[in-house]
Structures are given as C-alpha cells and as structure tokens.
C-alpha cells in the first residue's frame, strides 16, 4: 500500500537509493520521515532503531550494534549525533543483572556499560525496549489513532477485530527494562507479528529493512485512522455534541483572547516568567466548545509523552463577558488560585517519601470555551510543544470517546511519571536559564541600526522579540536573519507605524497573540533633521514631534496598559539622545523632541513605579553604522554645522569624545541590556549615556 488518506507517504526512492550504502543515515532517513507528520508522533516523541554488524574498535571482530534514537532527542531532527549505540549482546546480558521493579531505575546507568561509542548520545529509558525484541528495524511511536484505541476501554477487542493475531496488545506500564522483557516475551510467544499496542502508550512496529518497517508502520496507523474516520458520530455525538455555539469569528475569538492573554500569563507566570501560545485551531475549538469538556479534560490524557509536557490536566477557563481588567484579573485568579490548591491536594495523595519537591502549580494548558487554548511555558518552543500535545491528546479522546470510552491514566500512575527520579534528574541537567529567558520584548524601528542590535542582544540573552518597522523590506530582512540565528520561536515581526494609534494597537495585539504579553519595550523608532530655525518647515517639525514623542506616547501607553494586566512589573527603555541635554547650532526640531523625550521618560517613571514599571533612558550620540538617522540629509546638516564634510563625520565625532571612541549600535544595545538584565531592577528614573564621553551631556 502507497496510497494513504490519513498518513503521509513520504519515501523518496531516489533519496534512499542515495543512502542505500549506509544502514544508519537509510535509519536516520526513515526516522526523520516519521518525524515530519505530527499524526504519527509528536515532538521529540517516540524512537526508531536499527541494529547492524560494526567492527568492534578493541577486538578487531565483527558485532552487531543497535543505534537508537538518544535521550531527549526528536525523530523529525535526528541526525546522527542525536543516536546512542549500544552493543545489542551487552544490553540483552543486562537481563541477568536486573532485580525487578523495584530496582527499575537503577538499569539506566548500566546502559553506559553497553555503549559502543562512548561518547553518543545518552541511552533513553525506551533502549531495552527496541534492544530485547529480535528484528533489525524498529519503530515506536505515538499515533493519535493507535492512542485512541490504546486509550479505549475496549481497546483490546477493538485491536482483535481489526488486525486478529497480527498484532498483540501489552497493558499500560511504564516504559523500562520490565516493559522490554515483556515485549521480548509475546514476541516470542507469537510468530508472525507485525506490530504491538502499548495500552494507554503508543505503537511498536518492525521490519527486515527501513523501507519495509516504515511501511508496515504507516499502514498500520492508517487501518486504525480509517476505522476511527467510518464511527466518529455514529455511536453518539462527537464530545456530546456542542455546548458553547461557536458564534465568535476567527477576528472576534482574537480580540478576546489578547484581551485575557496578558492576565493569564500574569497567573502562569506565579513563579517563573512564561512564554505563551495560542490556538484556536477547529480541533481545539469544537473540544472546548463541547458537551464533554469538563468531564474529558478532568481525566488528564493518556500517553506519557502528553503528559509529562500538560501536565495532569488542563485548566478550564469561566470568564464571563463584560468584565474591566480589575474584574477579569480577580475571576480569573480565583480559578488560578483553586488549580494551584487542586494541584496542591494531588501531590499531597500520591508522593512517595523519595519523590522530588512539589514543582509548579500552575496550568500549562488553559482551554478557553467559544476563544480556544493557551499554552505556558517557560519559553516559546516549549509552550508550541504542549499545545501541540493537547490537540494530539484531544484527537485521542476523540477517536476513544467515537469507538468506546476513553480511559487516562490513574492518577497515581500520572503522578509516578510526572515525579519520576528519572526524569527529575533530568530537569536538574538542564542549562541555565539565560538573564532573559521567559521575557517578551518588543523593540520598535528594529528592522536594522539600533533597534536590530538592541533586539540580536536580547534574542542572546534568551528573549523573545517582536521586530517591527515600518519598512517592510528592512522589516523582512532583520526577521529572515533572525529565524536563521535563533530559530523561528525566538523571534516574530509585525510593521507598525508609530504615529498611527491603529497600527501601535496591532502590532501589540500580534506581540499578545504570538508570545503570551510584553515585559520590555523599547521606543527606539526615529528620524533626524539637521536645519536652522528659519528653515525648519512646519511639516518638518511635526514629523520629528509625531515619530519621536507621539511615537513614544502611543507604543508606551499601549505597552503599559499590558504590562498593568500581568500585574508582574517590566521595563520601558526609551533611546533618546545626548541631544536632549546638549544645545547645538542647526538643531531646534530634533534637540527639543529628545528633550521632549527624556522629560515624558522622567515621567513615566514617576508614575509607573508603584506598578513595579521601570522607565529609563539611554541617550546615544552619533551611531553612524546601519542607522536610517543619517537618510533625509540629516549627515549633511550636521557637516555643515560642523564645517566638514560628511566622510569626515566618523572621525570628527570620535575625536570629540572624552574616549576617542566611535559608537556603534552594539554599545546601544549592551546598555539596553544591562538595565533589563536584572543587575539594576531597582533602578528606574535614570539616563545612561552611551557617547564615548561627551562633558557638555553631563547629566547634573
């Protein structure tokens, strides 16, 4: 079978012709395949194997190897760096060392003696799962219809009618070396088979070769797929049928929800800063909108790999309409606040004496009726990641709920994965959070110059930026670079004009929607003019007012009005100028709108502390490199000013400087930095010059 209505078919015979010569890169290849449709596993979910004939490194002798995907890894990105590779004779020898399940955990650290190249990836706890079982290509992965059926309380009958004895069923435990010993036994026990169903778990399927293990593996979940597709609402409604009428459009359910967004990540974000997302694809909306909700989404979902990333279960959302912010945050804490207590009195029942501390009581998934989910985490790809497992886990009860009665997992079983010490010891190996991990900054004019370095420095440092420019074209480059630097959840980009209300509204609207809510703005768009007072125009003069104090007015009071919604403080930087403080010949218009600036600056520090808001300025002088500043014959007025010519300005203003310095963007945006970074949180009110050292923009 190559024709496929629920599955993607996606072997390239020429590409694996290619490869033909080499069993692991044809493994990584069929690997990466599987990866690439989400219906057929989910991020970083699942393994593949193979096991080949290697030439042992001590002996000389020939020995067979099994490479399997690593710990942490993701089958759609593997390479194969990302695979361990263990001597498959060693790993099955570990069956005479293993003391039963009460001694689960202590197998893990034998796998290092089993290893091949003893500097792969680390084995994953699925290793003697694939390692036990006799066949060369292996495939474990987590369908959503092969869940639905694992997940089913028929399940196993269900499995009986559609495959008879070709496949074999396992009940629901939890991955480890018992877990391969019972595979390796009904493998054993029944010849011929082309796959097993791990109850409530996922799918195991097998080959002679990678083509023909990826083959049996599509069809497989396609059989499943297509029996899901002939019941869904024959045996009762999908969910129950609809609740909540789905009567808001895709603009309406947007608008509500970059409404709530910033006072949900507010809550989320109790004890850490988080990243959000939002979804309101068809699945979400006709789940969130269903009869079932509330008695589905208590159950929690079913598979490991969903649960580890949502948590035990999701947070239903009642917010009626009509409330002010004060009314929406106070409803929607009190529902915060009974979660935390829920989730509280959960570990309270189920620890053991050696689980780890309690972790964070807030919901990772939010369901929304009639708007769709939220999604938190602590960074974006993250936050991406579970809203992607919820719909993978609705699809599930979906299809459970259309063939027989879904079944989640036991709370206690739910609560020995989430608290498992594996995986504890996993977490305590992960990197540092970088300074601005979990922050949201939004830097306007940022399509180059230095709004583009203020936002590279602050992607470094573990943000999540929002570019925007009014320049397209400039505005398209920063964001393709971007995306290469950083990837494509670090960094977002919308235009926006910043002396149009409207478009200062969307582009904070598109912030909400993309990353949860905003922590820092910078106001950093601007223009020069170089002119006498008797050849300034009045159109010149309020285009200099409107971009550099309007706009300044405009992105602040939109930005605050967020920042005061999530209630967990921030930072406005504005880029004003040594110009503010200094007096030049040729320079009324821009040198009084710096001033102007820096004053509004002054005062909404005033204002905003009790909100824990920081407000503070860097004034730069002469950043000549990348910068629109010097467009529209602002470099010439300031030659003329200065008797030279405009090649001579570099030079002329670095002489100048107290340092014989010239500034470039970078500087700009280390001092951007070094006031969010978290040194100076207790500092607001203040300017710091970045100008190499000009004595007449002292500040006194």
């Known amino acids: 079978m190559k024709s496929f209505k629920h599955v993607s078919y996606l072997w390239d015979e020429n590409k694996a012709a290619e490869l033909a010569g080499n069993e692991v890169d044809l493994f990584i290849y069929r690997s990466n395949l599987l990866g690439a449709d989400l219906r057929l596993t989910n991020f970083a979910g699942g393994n593949t194997s193979v096991k080949l004939t290697e030439t042992d490194p001590v002996t000389g002798k020939a020995a067979e190897v099994m490479w399997v995907k690593g710990s942490g890894g993701d089958i759609g990105t593997l390479t194969r760096k990302g695979c361990a590779n263990l001597y498959t004779e060693r790993l099955r020898a570990l069956k005479h060392r293993y003391r039963g399940l009460a001694f689960e955990d202590e197998m893990v650290a034998l796998f290092d003696h089993c290893l091949f190249d003893p ?71 029944s010849p011929g088979l082309r796959g097993v169903i791990l109850g409530g778990h996922g799918l195991f399927t097998w080959g002679e070769n990678s083509y023909d293990c990826y083959l049996n593996t599509l069809e497989v979940i396609e059989t499943a797929s297509l029996f899901l597709e002939e019941n869904y609402g024959k045996r009762r409604p999908v969910f129950g049928g609809v609740r909540t009428e789905n009567t808001l459009s895709e603009e309406q359910r947007r608008e509500k929800a970059a409404a709530v967004a910033p006072v949900l990540r507010g809550l989320a974000g109790s004890r850490r800063s988080m990243i959000g997302h939002f979804s309101d694809d068809e699945r979400v909306l006709e789940f969130v909108n269903s009869n079932d909700l509330e008695r589905l989404a208590r159950m929690g979902t079913s598979c490991p790999d969903h649960f580890l990333r949502t948590k035990i279960r999701p947070l239903v959302l009642d917010l009626p309409d009509g409330l002010d912010d004060t009314a929406q945050f106070e409803h929607a804490s009190q529902q915060f606040e009974a979660y935390r207590a829920d989730y509280q009195a959960y570990y309270d029942r189920c620890r053991h004496p050696e689980s780890p501390a309690v972790r964070d009581p807030n919901p990772v998934v939010i369901l929304y009726p009639g708007v769709g989910m939220f999604t938190f985490a602590k960074d974006k790809q993250t936050a991406r990641v579970a809203s992607e497992f919820y719909i993978n886990a609705i699809n599930v009860m979906r299809g459970a709920e259309a063939v027989s009665e879904y079944t989640g997992l036991s709370e206690q079983e739910a609560f020995n994965i989430e608290y498992w010490l594996l995986e504890e010891a996993k977490l305590q190996r992960m990197p540092k959070p970088k300074p601005l991990s979990g922050k949201i900054a939004l830097i306007t004019g940022s399509g180059g110059g230095i709004g583009k370095a203020v936002a590279r420095k602050f992607a470094e440092e573990g943000a999540c930026v929002m570019l925007n420019d009014i320049n397209e074209e400039r505005l398209a480059g920063a964001h393709e670079e971007f995306v290469r630097l950083f990837g494509k959840d670090i960094v977002a980009a919308t235009l926006m004009n910043v002396t149009d209300p409207a478009s200062v509204e969307r582009a904070m609207k598109e912030t909400v929607l993309t990353f949860g809510g905003v922590d820092i703005i910078v106001n950093n768009a601007g223009i020069s003019l170089s002119k006498t007072i008797t050849d300034h125009t009045v159109e010149d003069w309020d285009k200099l007012y409107d971009i550099l104090v309007k706009g300044q007015f405009l992105v602040s009071k939109s930005g605050v009005g967020i920042l ?137």
């Open 119 to 189: 500097k792969c990836a680390a084995p994953s706890i699925d290793t003697p799962l694939h390692g036990l079982l006799p066949f060369r290509h292996i495939d474990h992965l987590h369908p959503d219809a092969i869940i639905s059926i694992a997940a089913s309380k028929d399940g196993e009958q269900i499995m009986r009618d559609l495959w008879g004895n070709s496949m074999a069923w396992l009940p629901w435990q939890r991955p480890g070396f018992d877990l391969g010993l019972k595979l390796e036994a009904v493998v054993n026990d």
């Open 564 to 700: 005061k919604k999530q209630r967990a403080g921030g930072d406005v930087i504005n880029i004003v100028s040594k110009n503010a403080v200094v007096a030049g010949p040729n320079n009324a218009g821009y040198g009084s709108a710096k001033a102007a600036q820096a004053h509004l600056s002054r005062l909404m520090a005033a204002e905003l502390g009790p909100d824990g808001i920081r407000v503070n300025s860097v004034n730069p002088d002469a950043v000549i490199a990348d910068s629109n500043i010097w467009a529209g014959g602002w470099a010439e007025g300031r030659a003329k000013a200065y008797g030279i010519t405009v090649e001579e300005l570099p030079a002329y203003y670095a002489k100048r400087t107290l340092l014989n310095q010239i500034i470039l963007p970078e500087d700009i945006a280390n001092a951007c930095f070094a006031l969010t970074g978290g040194l100076l949180s207790k500092s607001t009110g203040n300017a710091l010059n970045v100008d190499g050292g000009v004595a007449m923009a002292f500040l006194r």
